[in-house]
């Protein structure tokens, strides 16, 4: 085995290893490592990645969150238990289990055309296969880690829902308790309905998105991969504690005559819950330019009171809608507030004049909510 320095995957500086494994199976394979600095070190620089892949992560974990909060009185931390659990695992048993994961054959894509006699023909379709190996990889990593947590000896595969499920048991479930299974809800009794793995996936495609272009090998895709599991982690770790340090902070309105007392934090993540299609009230009732654009302040403004009224309500029946024209300004501040910040971080377009900006259907389903988070922590910053 050989090393030579290298770039750190966290920091992006030199001092990381790089170990060049030569064999049949492997021919020259390259594995990063991190610095001995980023690996004594539980927080990321988050500011070293690219801004881009930094959204998608913190669009997939907020989404992620807002789910655990929704489901458990006290989400549990996963992503700790499961970092320690991934920097045990040696080299050679990362080897094994990558061997394991490679040999599982897949099922074949065939593609279905009519031949010039009308015959049917079918034929191989060439499709990537590296996300499916990749899930495979994780999920039995995930298996072990569970296993591992609920104080199982490692079953045969179809006893990995007993692990899984016994793994939920041990923290308090919100939603329909079934006596069967000890307090755990059926629909946790299996890792692909395990939001976490499912948010621990997610997060390291999209870390090893543009990684994986110059990769094409499914070996050496998997060990670059499981090299990185460490840096994702983290990278899950310092998003949820950025977005538990805004939810702590989170701007309030409060309007006792109306009986609302809520935060932007809780309406934005409220909005996650909200099924909002073109036909919904929100856009329809909304005025828009000849691209379907919203494409003035007053409009954007009028777009965000229809959804805040629809969260203040569904929190909180007894709550009155609140009217940005009352006597009482609060509303109407906290609105203002809200819409200038939108306008100033993401609205404003470099092609168009300062004072016109749009809004598509697109923002408003997939990217309003991560926007209404980073305007509550712009607000709280200006309020010090």
């Excluded at 989400?75 to 238990?81: I, N, R, Y």
Aim: one cysteine or more; a negative charge; hydrophobic letters at 35%.
């Amino acid at each position: 085995m050989q090393q030579t320095s290298a770039t750190c995957p966290v920091c992006g500086d030199g001092g990381g290893a790089t170990e060049f494994a030569n064999g049949n199976d492997y021919g020259a394979l390259r594995l990063s490592q991190m610095c001995t600095q980023c690996a004594d070190n539980k927080n990321v620089d988050l500011q070293r990645f690219d801004a881009h892949i930094v959204e998608e992560l913190k669009q997939e974990i907020f989404e992620y969150d807002t789910d655990m909060q929704l489901t458990f009185r006290e989400p549990p931390d996963l992503a700790g238990p499961l970092t320690r659990f991934v920097h045990g695992i040696d080299r050679y048993k990362m080897d094994d289990l990558i061997s394991v994961v490679v040999s599982t054959k897949q099922p074949v894509c065939l593609q279905e055309s009519i031949t010039p006699n009308r015959q049917t023909a079918y034929s191989s379709v060439d499709i990537d296969l590296r996300p499916i190996y990749i899930r495979i990889l994780l999920q039995r990593i995930y298996d072990q880690f569970v296993a591992q947590i609920a104080g199982l000896q490692q079953q045969q595969q179809q006893q990995q829902s007993q692990s899984v499920a016994a793994f939920y048991s041990l923290y308090d479930y919100a939603g329909d308790v079934d006596e069967e299974t000890d307090g755990a809800s059926d629909t946790r009794a299996s890792t692909a309905d395990d939001p976490f793995f499912e948010c621990f996936l997610q997060c390291t495609q999209i870390y090893h998105r543009h990684r994986l272009k110059a990769q094409p090998q499914l070996r050496p895709c998997l060990h670059t991969v499981s090299a990185n599991l460490p840096v994702v982690l983290r990278i899950i770790q310092q998003i949820l504690q950025w977005l538990h340090s805004i939810q702590t902070h989170s701007v309030r309105l409060r309007i006792p005559s109306l009986h609302i007392d809520t935060s932007l934090y809780t309406m934005a993540s409220g909005l996650l819950c909200i099924d909002i299609m073109t036909q919904h009230a929100v856009w329809q009732r909304v005025h828009k330019n000849d691209d379907n654009q919203i494409a003035d302040r007053q409009n954007v403004s009028l777009c965000l009171h229809i959804l805040m009224c629809i969260v203040i309500k569904k929190k909180e029946k007894y709550s009155q809608y609140p009217s940005a024209q009352s006597d009482d300004q609060t509303y109407a501040q906290f609105l203002d507030h809200i819409v200038q910040c939108l306008e100033d971080n993401f609205l404003s377009s470099l092609q168009r004049p300062t004072n016109n900006f749009v809004m598509e259907f697109g923002d408003l389903v997939e990217k309003l909510p991560l926007w209404l988070v980073q305007c509550d922590r712009a607000l709280q910053h200006s309020q010090h």
